[in-house]
C-alpha cells in the first residue's frame, strides 16, 4: 500500500511548517515547538477518572497521569512510557490515546513523564520508567488494582523503555504480564533495510535518529547494555506475552521486525501487526489517521485476549 493519503497531506504540512530538524537547534527550541503536537491527539473521550500526581524517581520526583476508566476496584494496569527519542514529548500529547486506551482495555493507566536526555542520558530516563513500575506494583491496592496484571506499553523511544524495562523485571524476579511495543528503537543499528528504504521524508529519518540515539546514550559504551538497546539481551527467554505494532513506512520497521525474531526465537508469545500506509508516530495521531484508533483498539483488545 502507498501511504495513506492523510498521512501525505501531514507530512506536506508539517514540511510547509519549516521547523528546524532535531540536529539544527538547541534542545530547549525543539521542546518548544512539539507544543502544538498535542492538537494531533484531538479531544479525549470522556473518562471515569484522571489524577495527576507525582511519584518518587531514583533521582527526582516524576510526574505522573492516572487513567482510571471504571471503578472496579481490581482493575489491570498498564504502564505507559511516551516516545519522542528520549529527549521530547510529554504526557499531554499522549492525553486522548490515553483516554481510548484505558477504555478500551478496561486497564487503568500510569503515564509518567521520566527525565530526558541530553540532560538527563541513560540511564536516567530507564531508571525512572523501571522506578514507575515498582511504584505502580507497589501502590496496586491503593491505585485498585490487580498487582498480577501490571505491563508495560511505550512507543518508539518509549517501547525502547518499555522493552528494557521488562527485561530488568524479568531480571529481577518482577512478575508483569505484558509488554506492548509500538514501534520501538530497540538497537543501534543504522544500516537496516528500513533505515535505508525511509531514511528521509517520511517524518521521522535515520539522521534524526542518529541524534536522538546520541544524546541518550552520549557515546558507545552502553551500545551492547540490553537495558539501553534490548537487541543486544543474551536471550528474551523468561519475557511475558508481547505485542509489536509497526508503521509500513517507518525507519523503525526492521528493529520491530528483527526484535521480533529474536522473541519468538527464545519462545516468546509474540502477536505481530504492521499498520499499512502508516508513517513513524501515527499511534498518538487520533485527529490525523483513522489508524490511529485502530491501533489502539488492537492493542487493548491483544491486552484483554492476555489477561483473560
Known amino acids: 500500500m502507498s501511504l495513506a493519503p492523510e498521512i501525505v497531506a501531514f507530512l506536506e504540512k508539517a ?14 527550541v525543539l521542546r518548544a515547538n512539539t507544543q502544538s503536537r498535542t492538537a494531533n491527539g484531538g479531544t479525549p473521550d470522556p473518562i471515569f477518572e484522571v489524577v495527576n500526581t507525582f511519584i518518587p524517581g531514583p533521582t527526582a520526583d516524576l510526574p ?14 498498564i504502564v505507559f512510557y511516551h516516545g519522542g527519542g528520549w529527549v521530547l514529548n510529554f504526557i499531554d500529547i499522549y492525553d486522548a490515546s490515553m483516554h481510548r486506551l484505558a477504555n478500551q482495555s478496561g486497564a487503568t493507566v500510569i503515564s509518567v513523564n521520566y527525565q530526558k536526555a541530553p ?12 522506578a514507575t513500575l515498582l511504584w505502580t506494583i507497589k501502590n496496586a491496592q491503593k491505585l485498585q488494582i490487580d498487582p498480577k496484571k ?3 506499553l511505550g512507543d518508539s523511544a518509549g517501547g525502547n523503555l518499555a522493552s528494557a524495562v521488562a527485561l530488568k523485571a524479568r531480571d529481577n ?7 506492548v511495543l509500538i514501534y520501538p528503537c530497540n538497537n543501534r543499528d543504522f ?8 531514511a528521509d521524508g517520511y517524518g521521522l529519518s535515520t539522521r534524526a535518529m542518529q541524534w536522538f540515539w546520541d544524546q541518550y546514550l552520549q557515546g558507545n559504551s552502553h551500545d551492547s547494555n540490553p537495558y539501553a538497546c534490548p537487541t543486544k539481551a543474551k536471550s528474551l527467554k523468561g519475557l511475558p ?13 526492521s528493529d520491530s521486525e528483527n526484535y521480533t525474531e529474536l522473541l519468538k526465537r527464545d519462545g516468546v508469545e509474540v502477536t505481530y501487526k504492521e499498520f499499512e500506509g502508516m508513517n513513524h ?15 489502539i483498539d488492537f492493542c487493548a483488545s491483544e491486552i484483554k485476549r492476555i489477561l483473560n
Not at 65 to 70: A, D, E, L, T, V
Not at 173 to 179: D, T
Open 15 to 28: 514540511k510547509a511548517a519549516g521547523l528546524p530538524d532535531v540536529w539544527q537547534a538547541p534542545v530547549d
Open 64 to 77: 505522573v497521569r492516572i487513567y482510571r476508566p471504571n471503578n472496579n476496584p481490581n482493575n489491570s494496569a
Open 119 to 130: 540532560e538527563h542520558a541513560f540511564p536516567v530516563p530507564f531508571d525512572d520508567c523501571y
Open 150 to 152: 501490571i505491563g508495560v
Open 173 to 179: 524476579n518482577v512478575h508483569i504480564a505484558f509488554e
Open 191 to 198: 544500516t537496516t533495510k528500513s533505515y535505508v528504504d525511509f
Open 241 to 253: 506475552p508481547t505485542v509489536v505494532v509497526t508503521a509500513e513506512y517507518d525507519p523503525l520497521l
Open 281 to 295: 508516530g501515527f499511534f498518538a495521531n487520533l485527529a490525523i489517521t483513522p489508524s490511529a484508533a485502530k491501533a
